[in-house]
T-cell receptor
Framework: GAGVSQSPSNKVTEKGKDVELRCDPI?????LYWYRQSLGQGLEFLIY????????KSGLPSDRFSAERTGGSVSTLTIQRTQQEDSAVYLC?????????????????FGEGSRLTVL | GQNIDQPTEMTATEGAIVQINCTYQ??????LFWYQQHAGEAPTFLSY????GLEEKGRFSSFLSRSKGYSYLLLKELQMKDSASYLC???????????????FGQGTELSVKP
């Protein structure tokens, strides 16, 4: 598509339930990132995908969080047994792959985010 | 560790110039980015610096000093629509290890007053 698409835009759930957040990156972008933004805070890195593999999962806060990417395109972030502290906006971004030398900007293009509220 | 600092909030007057500073300490450096984020919207790319010096793009300019771990974003001829959060972000480690992920500061909330 023309931009990064995320769904749902808003999700309200009860503590203890599982949620799935979806990201559809820009066509042709092989790198995909998930970030989390709590109210008034900066963006916290969660996980990075290159194709279908995730070389960097260092930002996932606990084993309740997992993500997968299929067909080198759509990604799903799953949060199991949600807690109130999981409430945040979950942002997905994609970018073009850069060479090892890092040539080019490789800026991230963000979706509008999925606002998660855990009651 | 990795640390990126920027002021929490700033206020400026319409038509004026404002400079938003960012200092960083990262394990590596492969470029510094500035993003603009209006409330409830996605962050959008503003500027990129990888070499020392000033990059100018219309009303916005960004400066980088790698030896000092310092950057600033300069906004000229401020307009009301410039009221937003401005995010400083650094690409730290080697591309093949960290995939070009950006580490973000907390953001600077800029309010432009008439």
């Amino acid at each position: 598509g023309a931009g990064v698409s995320q769904s749902p835009s808003n999700k309200v759930t009860e503590k203890g339930k599982d949620v799935e957040l979806r990201c559809d990156p820009i066509s042709g972008h092989t790198a995909l990132y998930w970030y989390r933004q709590s109210l008034g805070q900066g963006l916290e890195f969660l996980i990075y995908f290159q194709g279908n593999s995730a070389p960097d999962k260092s930002g996932l806060p606990s084993d309740r969080f997992s993500a997968e990417r299929t067909g080198g395109s759509v990604s799903t972030l799953t949060i199991q047994r949600t807690q109130q502290e999981d409430s945040a906006v979950y942002l997905c971004a994609s970018s073009l792959v850069l060479r090892v030398t890092g040539e080019g900007r490789g800026e991230l293009f963000f979706g509008e985010g999925s606002r998660l509220t855990v009651l | 560790g990795q640390n990126i600092d920027q002021p929490t909030e700033m206020t400026a007057t319409e038509g004026a110039i404002v400079q938003i500073n960012c200092t960083y300490q990262t394990s590596g450096f492969n470029g510094l980015f500035w993003y603009q984020q209006h409330a409830g919207e996605a962050p959008t790319f503003l500027s990129y610096n990888v070499l020392d010096g000033l990059e100018e793009k219309g009303r916005f300019s960004s400066f980088l000093s790698r030896s000092k771990g310092y950057s600033y974003l300069l906004l000229k001829e401020l307009q009301m629509k410039d009221s937003a959060s401005y995010l400083c972000a650094v690409r730290g480690g080697l591309w093949e290890n960290q995939g070009g992920k950006l580490i973000f500061g907390q953001g600077t909330e800029l309010s432009v007053k008439p």
